[in-house]
């Protein structure tokens, strides 16, 4: 199983390379764009990701996930491109005409969200830019199952430096605002429509098969409502849940775009996450026919929720000294930093306990899932943000991802029932408390805020797998194994070695 283990580190390394670079980028950035652009414009800009976010789900159809479950069905190259190719020209016609109509109502959505219609035009540009940016799945996902990592972090990675770059230059240079935010994100996309158009030459054809749309629609379409109450429950509708519940009056467009960056910096390991998950669906799909399967993901179930806590722990320690340290007009956020965090957390936790769900083609479930996390998300927003403000979408994020979580796994369980170590699980969890306890203990108040981002990282870094080895969570060929990964991953070229006899398993716990 360690070769697995070293297998699927070693491509979330390569694919969270790229992220981690051009999040550091863009954080560094972060003071000069708040000194151009205002409390307000950053609430239009989080209203404008909700339309991103809720129209890219709609855009997709489900059959995203359904092209890379399929493709694993496909044993020659005649029926992938097959496979591809339904999958486009579907995706072509019906959300061609969606977008028809959406332009259409673009004043009606300006109104809706902004209590004005001059915003219609930047709700069309990111229609049109959600629209074209809903076919790259095809070549990305390819390049995920064929272990091209490399070539799949070099287009992500180039991706987000070039709009990082014309952010710049289009917010800081030419002074246009949040059309300059938003306008890169528009150009890029045409720039890699036209780079990835050797991909689809060599994957689309004029053919199409009713049997594998119905194929991909049967196990996607369960995904739509879904992937569209994600979004309810997720950060990235919070900035309107907060238009529709705050009160009119003042504008409350600043305290959107308050909560919006502490989301923003709470949304971090997001960056881990998304890297995981690149890895992480081929991963499971290649070992679910293995006898071990069930075992190797437990174990990696264990690893992954301990890298998380430790890395929310660290995380909520230092979030007010960061942005105090980095933006001290958006210092009021900080609050917001750890609930969002958990949050991203308890995502992590849906990512591992449910592959059962898409290993056995369930995904029917996945709707009634998260239907009534949607229904407990709304529910918890009605009640607290007029009570707790901006903090109230913050609860309700951790409350509603927390429900995901058990409500997925208790389905996953039923059709795929996997060992869990649980003894082990708590264990983390309990370090991840107490290390997060003791960075946060008052430090003298006179403390540059940099020193104390450094005091309290360091805290956790040495208290968290402190408090691991006192309550016995690690294994001595655990640790042995551990050295072996850390050498592996840090090595510039790693080396192939003989293959080694696997050592049996011990049962989780």
């Known amino acids: 199983m360690f070769a697995k283990v070293k297998h699927l ?176 994100d528009i150009i890029v996309t045409s720039v890699f429509a036209v780079v990835l158009a050797r991909w689809f030459a060599g994957m689309v054809r004029p053919t199409f098969s009713m049997e594998v749309l119905r194929q991909a629609l049967r196990f996607g379409l369960p995904r739509v409502p879904h992937g569209v109450a994600q979004q309810v429950m997720g950060p990235g509708t919070d900035a309107a849940l907060l238009r529709a519940l705050l009160p009119p009056v003042p504008d409350p467009k600043p305290k959107i775009g308050v909560y919006g960056m502490g989301m923003t910096f709470g949304l971090i390991l997001k960056f881990f996450l998304s890297a995981f998950e690149y890895a992480w669906a081929p991963f499971y799909f290649e070992t679910m026919k293995e006898a071990d399967a069930k075992v190797t993901f437990s174990r990696i179930t264990t690893y992954g929720v301990a890298a998380l806590v430790f890395m929310t722990a660290g995380l909520s320690a230092i979030a007010f000294d960061l942005l105090r340290l980095v933006l001290r007009g958006f210092a009021q956020a900080a609050p917001v930093v750890p609930w969002i965090a958990i949050g991203v957390t308890f995502q992590g936790v849906y990512l591992l306990t449910s592959i059962g769900l898409n290993i056995t083609k369930r995904t029917r479930y996945y709707p009634i899932a998260t239907g009534i996390t949607a229904a407990v998300n709304v529910g918890c927003n009605i009640v607290l943000i007029p009570r707790y403000g901006i903090l109230g979408p913050a609860y309700s994020n951790v409350i509603s991802y927390a429900t995901l979580a058990a409500i997925s796994m208790y389905f996953s369980q039923r059709c795929y029932p996997i060992s869990y170590e649980w003894n082990r699980l708590a264990r983390v969890v309990l370090a991840g408390v107490i290390a997060y306890g003791l960075a946060t203990w008052p430090l003298p108040a006179l403390m540059h805020s940099l020193v104390g981002v450094l005091v309290r990282a360091t805290i956790v870094a040495v208290a968290f797998p402190g408090c691991l080895a006192l309550t016995g969570f690690f294994r001595n060929r655990e640790l042995a194994r551990l050295r072996q990964l850390v050498r592996a991953i840090t090595s510039a070229r790693p080396r192939r070695k003989p293959a080694e006899a696997e050592e049996p398993e011990e049962t989780p716990q």
């Open 9 to 184: 580190s070693l491509n979330l390394v390569v694919y969270g390379m790229g992220d981690v670079a051009v999040s550091i980028a863009g954080f560094c950035l972060l003071p000069l764009f708040t000194r151009i652009l205002s409390e307000s414009d950053y609430g239009v800009i989080y209203l404008l990701l909700t339309v991103e976010l809720v129209a890219k789900v709609v855009f997709r159809w489900g059959v995203d996930a359904s092209f890379m479950r399929l493709y694993y069905d496909c044993h020659d190259d005649r029926s992938r491109r097959r496979l591809a190719s339904t999958i486009f020209l579907f995706l072509l016609a019906v959300n061609g005409a969606i977008l028809a109509l959406a332009l259409g109502a673009t004043p009606f959505i300006a109104r809706r969200l902004f209590d004005e219609g001059g915003h219609g035009r930047l709700v069309a540009l990111v229609l049109v830019n959600t629209f074209v940016g809903g076919f790259f799945f095809i070549p990305f996902h390819v390049l995920r199952m064929e272990r091209k990592s490399l070539q799949f972090s070099a287009l992500t990675f180039s991706r987000a430096v070039s709009t990082l770059v014309l952010r710049v230059l289009l917010v800081a240079v030419a002074r246009l605002g949040v059309l300059g935010f938003i306008l890169p």
